[in-house]
Each structure stands twice: as structure tokens, then as C-alpha cells.
């Protein structure tokens, strides 16, 4: 049959505002997180991990937070900026080295 | 330092051919991962292979397939290619695996007709 495409969700700021991306994970187990961020027509770029063992991790610009008593993971991209415009995704590694991704985010910024 | 390299760009076969995908990776890194992304399915992970062994796989059928060179450089092979089989296929490198960074190629776009 068909497939359907997947409808992204989009998040659209103002340029300089602060923005915050989420991502429900599926497995408890899991012990390492990813984001990436993806722009039109190129491979994803890594962001920032984290470990399970951690709650919170800060880069230049972007922190993010892990919740594993609701399985849920953030990116917070501070002073967003025009070049912050693309799909971001998570993902999760399992134990056995599997990762397994999220279905991204668009981030939409306008100036 | 050159970035990781895929090739062909872009392929076009018919249901039932096989295909291989190259991918070179940055120098001195010898993990090699595979991931295919479909509007459908979004971004998924095929396999990883380091030191020319494959270390963790995704969930897809044996069709799917790689194996890694001894200069780290990889391939993918699709046999008997289906409808759906239609995707970007991006390969990534890194020097210890899917942890930490990895460095995206600019994918192989596969039209399956």
C-alpha cells in the first residue's frame, strides 16, 4: 500500500527567543540519548548526547535535559538564530547498541 | 580533513535488481553506521560495522546487508528491491561507534521503480 508521509511537528520562534524541543523516548533501558540536527538537502549533524546517568548537559547554545521517571528528553536552544532552522531528531541507544530515532521536529525561526 | 563520502548519489533500479552503496569514511575512524530515511518511516537504523565486524543491527530484513574493508571503507547491499525500499540511505562515521559524534555523509537517494 501507500505510505504516508510523517507530519512533523513544527515549532516556529522568533529570532533571539529561547526555544525548547521535546521528545518522548520508548525504552527504559535505554542508556545514552542523542540529538541531531538536520538541514534540507544534507546528512544529520550531532548536537549533544547525554548518559543516563546524567539529568542535565550543556553545550554552546543548547542544554539538554533527561526525565527518565517519564521517559522524556528535551533540547533548549538559547538566543535561537535563523541558522537554528531544521529538523531535529533524538534517539535513544538500547543496551544492545541499537539506536533508535525519534520522529523529529521542525524548527522553524523567524527573523 | 576530507568529510565522509557516499556514492553513488543517486540511483534509480527496478523491483527485484540489487544494489550496493559505497561509503568512505573520515580517515582514522573505523566505525562505519548505515541508516535509511523515509518520509514514512523518518530515520532508522540499518547497521553498524567497526573493525570490519558487525557490531549492532537494526530491524530490518537480510536483504539488507554490509560488510566493512579493512581501510574502514563500507558497503551496503539491497537485494531484490522493493517499492519501499525507496529512501535516502546516509552512512556515518566515528571513531568508536554510535556514541559520541558521528560525521554524516550526504546520503545515496534510491528511486526503486
Known amino acids: 500500500g501507500e505510505s504516508v508521509g510523517l507530519h512533523l511537528p513544527t515549532l516556529s520562534v522568533q529570532e533571539g527567543d529561547n526555544s525548547i524541543i521535546n521528545c518522548a523516548y520508548s525504552?527504559?533501558?535505554?542508556?545514552?540519548f542523542i540529538w541531531y540536527k538536520q538541514e534540507s538537502g544534507k546528512g544529520p549533524q550531532f548536537i549533544i548526547d547525554i548518559r543516563s546517568n546524567m539529568d542535565k548537559r550543556q553545550g554552546q547554545r543548547v542544554t539538554v535535559l533527561l526525565n527518565k521517571t517519564v521517559k522524556h528528553l528535551s533540547l533548549q536552544i538559547a538566543a535561537t538564530q535563523p541558522g537554528d532552522s531544521a529538523v531535529y531528531f533524538c534517539a535513544e541507544k538500547l543496551q544492545g547498541g541499537k539506536l533508535i530515532f525519534g520522529q523529529g521536529t521542525e524548527l522553524s525561526v523567524k527573523p | 580533513k576530507a568529510g565522509v563520502t557516499q556514492t553513488p548519489r543517486y540511483l534509480i533500479k527496478t523491483r527485484g535488481q540489487q544494489v550496493t552503496l559505497s561509503c568512505s569514511p573520515i580517515s582514522g575512524h573505523r566505525s562505519v553506521s548505515w541508516y535509511q530515511q523515509t518520509p514514512g518511516q523518518g530515520l532508522q537504523f540499518l547497521f553498524e560495522y567497526f573493525s570490519e565486524t558487525q557490531r549492532n543491527k537494526g530491524n530490518f530484513p537480510g536483504r539488507f546487508s554490509g560488510r566493512q574493508f579493512s581501510n574502514s571503507r563500507s558497503e551496503m547491499n539491497v537485494s531484490t528491491l522493493e517499492l519501499g525500499d525507496s529512501a535516502l540511505y546516509l552512512c556515518a562515521s566515528s571513531l568508536a561507534g554510535v556514541e559520541g559524534t558521528q560525521y554524516f555523509g550526504p546520503g545515496t537517494r534510491l528511486l526503486v521503480l
Open positions: 525504552n527504559s533501558a535505554s542508556d545514552y
